[in-house]
């Protein structure tokens, strides 16, 4: 099982960004996908999540910004990131599996917000 997380960069606030997260080795359309963040000195945070069936849920601090889609013939989920904030910058993980103990980790991508 691999999970390759993508689209992180340095942007501005109020930019926004896409991130990608293909998934290969597990039966993408069975599982639940999520992202989470971990910015310098702080425990990891919940962003977003999408359930098999489409069904999202996000943390308080994104929501309205940012939105999680998955597309099941790409086995790929994409978290649009709308209005960043500084407060955004962080090492964001995609993950595959049911919460709170998803099975697999990606390997995380950087997303910096200058203010």
């Known amino acids: 099982v691999q999970l390759q997380a993508s689209g992180g960069g340095l942007v501005q606030a109020g930019d926004s960004l896409r991130l990608s997260c293909a998934a290969s080795?597990?039966?993408?359309?069975?599982?639940?996908m999520s992202w989470f963040r971990q910015a310098p000195g702080k425990e990891r945070e919940f962003v977003a999540r999408i359930s098999w069936a489409g069904g999202t849920n996000y943390g308080d601090s994104v929501k309205g910004r940012f939105t999680l889609i998955r597309d099941n013939a790409k086995n790929t989920v994409y978290l649009q990131m709308n209005d960043l904030k500084p407060e955004d910058t962080a090492v964001y993980y995609c993950?595959?599996?049911?919460?709170?103990?998803?099975?697999?980790w990606g390997q995380g991508t950087l997303v910096t917000v200058s203010s």
């Open positions: 993950a595959a599996g049911a919460l709170p103990n998803p099975v697999k």
């Open positions: 080795g597990l039966t993408f359309t069975y599982y639940t």
